[in-house]
């Protein structure tokens, strides 16, 4: 499986997607510490967004050489920056070049939209029906900045323009808060389920960062829109790789219809002898020949006879965990195969110790039987937490 690597942001990551955006206000007179300010924020939050063809091929693996361009591009826009807030607007009175930087301002706010989109689609892969999908769309009738003129009250038009903006950028931190804030919660709630059962599975770990605590300095806000979508990305990893331990922990049913349990785990009369007697797994009645599915990804260890068991096949997954399937009929899965949860490994039988049709399951721990009702109640919880 190949991994993705936005698993490690582009810039530095923050804890939280949801910090609130600074306002525009543009007042007739355009005065110069507005429109810097507008600028230089607004520049260096979209400097991902002028990668945005290179943020789609992120997911399919080639981070290198896009990486590179991208450190190469915010060195260039850190000058353009430097270049913007040289400039003097009310000295030099050039409104037609004031209303060309704000058109570029919405272009590049409007693509940085379409990443937003593009992570809500991500997350809508990964089974997070988000309910982001309304803020993750561009507006249907966005002021086009480069249309105004110099003529006419400009000074309205570049505030009804600058609202526009704020808008969208508005838009975008919500979407992005409300997709943070899903992956999380449930990549927790998948991670604590799991270590219920002894079972950690791994996950992209977060870039380490650190530093003094320093007072925050005077200038533009220094978290971009492009740090949030960052952190979403991350937080969207992290859950794919929580999903997928869930899938393949050994936690699922081992047949597919519904069946009754003829006999659960821990002491009961033994059927023979009719005495106290200790039973380690649970017994599904179920007809002969039912198919017997893996009850999680692993490698099969074993496929034979086994004394009081009968036909049996054992599957070996990580964590230290065995599965193992009693009183088969026939084998449908060998020895050294690898398996997914719900490969058909075996059929129903009544062989060994047993008094007629049925499966004995077991989910031992470093060769110890385990109640197998802890694990298959972990299933059911997480595949609610993954039908959201």
């Known amino acids: 499986m190949r991994k993705s690597v936005l698993s490690k942001p582009f810039a530095k990551p923050r804890q939280t997607a949801a910090k609130a955006p600074s306002r525009l206000s543009v007042r007739p007179g355009f005065l110069y510490g507005g429109f810097a300010a507008l600028l230089a924020t607004n520049v260096l939050t979209l400097v991902g967004l002028l990668m945005a063809p290179d943020i789609s091929r992120l997911f399919v693996g080639q981070n290198d050489a896009i990486l590179t361009a991208y450190e190469d591009r915010i060195s260039q826009l850190r000058l353009e920056v430097d270049r913007l807030q040289s400039r003097h607007y009310v000295q030099a009175g050039d409104i037609n070049l004031q209303l060309q930087d704000l058109a570029q301002t919405q272009e590049l706010l409007m693509e940085q939209h379409q990443y937003v989109k593009q992570l809500a689609d991500r997350a809508a892969e990964l089974g997070i029906e988000a309910t982001v999908a309304q803020t993750a769309t561009p507006p249907a009738d966005p002021l086009l900045v480069g249309s105004l003129t110099a003529t006419g009250d400009t000074g309205a038009q570049i505030e009804a323009a600058a609202t526009s903006i704020n808008r969208m950028m508005d838009e975008s931190r919500s979407a992005l808060a409300a997709l943070g804030d899903a992956a999380t919660s449930r990549t927790d709630e998948i991670v604590s389920t799991l270590a219920g059962i002894g079972i950690k599975p791994k996950l992209p770990s977060l870039d380490a960062v650190g530093g003094p605590l320093l007072p925050a300095m005077d200038g533009p806000e220094s978290s971009t829109l492009i740090d949030d979508a960052n952190v979403v990305a991350a937080a969207l990893e992290r859950y794919k790789a929580a999903r997928g331990a869930a899938d393949l922990a050994p936690v699922h049913k081992p047949l597919v219809t519904a069946t009754r349990t003829s006999s659960t785990f821990g002491n009961r009369k033994d059927p023979f002898t009719g005495r106290l007697a200790f ?31 009968g036909n049996v096949v054992e599957v070996t997954h990580g964590n230290g965990l065995v599965t193992r399937y009693g009183h088969l009929s026939s084998f449908l899965a060998k020895e050294g195969q690898k398996v997914s949860t719900g490969t058909p490994i075996a059929k129903v039988g009544s062989t060994g110790r047993s008094t007629g049709p049925h499966l004995h399951f077991e989910v031992r721990r470093s060769d110890s039987a385990v109640d197998p009702a802890r694990y298959l109640n972990a299933g059911r919880a997480l595949a609610e937490i993954l039908a959201g």
Do not use: E
Not at 281 to 297: E, F, M, N, R
């Open 279 to 309: 039973h380690s797994g649970i017994d599904y009645a179920a007809p002969q020949g039912t198919k017997v599915l893996s009850a999680g990804a692993g490698v099969v260890t074993y496929a034979g006879q086994m004394s009081g068991y």
